[in-house]
């Protein structure tokens, strides 16, 4: 790594989510995002962008539908977001990465009990 040291700098260890977990978007369509890893602090998610439309949102929910898990109006700020398929034309594959703002103390017990049941280890 060209001699330099890697800082981590996220607060909370981050886990794989099992397959089927999404976040949601919602506007005048649901905009769906597969989850790849989420911690108490944030996560990172692929999703297809259509025109920028994830650009000024704010909030997400997530859902589990193996369980009926659903946490919603999850405040955010994005951290990194990126083109992960190389593709110029639409549909566009990203992946961004998100931090938790503003967590309620039922939103953090929630966010825990998906953590605990939803991850691999």
Request: hydrophobic fraction near 40%; proline fraction near 3%.
């Amino acid at each position: 790594m060209n001699g330099k040291e890697i800082v981590e700098r996220r607060r909370f260890r981050r886990f794989l989510v099992k397959p089927g977990a999404f976040a949601v978007f919602c506007r005048s369509t649901v905009i769906p995002a597969r989850i790849i890893d989420i911690s108490r602090g944030g996560m990172a998610f692929c999703y297809v962008d259509e025109q920028g439309c994830l650009n000024d949102l704010c909030e997400l929910d997530i859902m589990y539908g193996e369980t009926d898990f659903y946490l919603d109006r999850i405040s955010f700020e994005t951290v990194t977001d990126c083109v992960i398929n190389g593709v110029t034309s639409p549909p566009v594959l990203n992946q961004r990465g998100v931090k938790f703002v503003d967590l309620s103390q039922k939103q953090i017990s929630m966010l825990n009990h998906f953590i605990y049941k939803n991850t691999l280890v």
